[in-house]
């Protein structure tokens, strides 16, 4: 059963870069799927940051898109997440998913999640 | 503001057969594109509830059920339970943003 950790920095200044990886265990990513990222900023709802396929083909939250990367590295098994200039609006928790299927959705599979705050 | 619909809020007593709507348009639900739900605790990551408009996982109880019409979705709970006190969430592509949004979210309250 794949497992996936997400980790990274709980702390990142305003106009700063947020970088964080998601370990994943279980499931060698070259074999296949997509994997998402989501994020909740306290006392709001899900959104849905991006995916990318283990090739590299990304979709992006067109809201996000400007400041967004998404990447993955076969050979450390882990995909990873890094947003620049960021916010306070960039505080959530943020989870790294896979879908059920080799397509972009649904999420079945989740992280535990980690909590960045954007914060001078 | 997601392009996804969603009431901010329902409640039913325990027992109750309530449900939570998921509006979208032509560019997503309505072009036929699959709606899946979630379930989301506190302290938790979300799960996967109802995936393709109407299938269950494993697992998941024949309490939840899913359904679409037109460019709506729809989650129903049946024998409302206090333990489904939940945000529940739906999800859907959206062929114009290229884009996987989630709908803003729903608060089930078990009274």
């Known amino acids: 059963q794949v497992q996936l950790q997400e980790s990274g920095p709980g702390l990142v200044k305003p106009s700063e870069t947020l970088s964080l990886t998601c370990a994943v265990s279980g499931y060698s990513i070259s074999s296949g799927y997509f994997w998402g990222w989501v994020r909740q900023p306290p006392g709001k709802g899900l959104e849905w940051i991006g995916s990318?396929?283990?090739?590299?083909?990304?979709y992006y939250n067109p809201s996000l898109k400007s400041r967004l990367t998404l990447s993955v590295d076969t050979s450390k098994n882990q995909v990873s997440l890094k947003l620049n200039s960021v916010t306070a609006a960039d505080t959530a928790v943020y989870y790294c998913?896979?879908?059920?299927?080799?397509?972009?959705?649904?999420?079945?599979?989740w992280g535990q999640g980690t909590l960045v705050t954007v914060s001078s | 503001q997601s392009v996804l619909t969603q009431p901010p809020s329902v409640s039913g007593a325990p027992g109750q057969r309530i449900t939570i709507s998921c509006t979208g348009s032509?560019?997503?639900?309505?072009?036929?594109?699959?709606v899946h739900w979630y379930q989301h605790l506190p302290g938790t990551p979300p799960k996967l509830l109802i995936y393709d408009n109407s299938n269950r996982p494993s697992g998941v109880p024949d309490r939840f059920s899913g359904s679409k019409s037109g460019a709506s979705a729809f989650l129903a709970i049946t024998g409302l339970q206090a333990e489904d006190e939940a945000d529940y969430y739906c999800q859907s592509y959206d062929r114009t943003l290229s884009a996987s949004p989630f709908g803003g979210g729903t608060k089930l309250t078990v009274l």
């Open positions: 990318i396929f283990h090739s590299g083909t990304t």
């Open positions: 032509s560019s997503n639900i309505g072009a036929g594109y699959d």
């Open positions: 998913a896979r879908p059920r299927s080799a397509y972009l959705l649904p999420f079945d599979s």
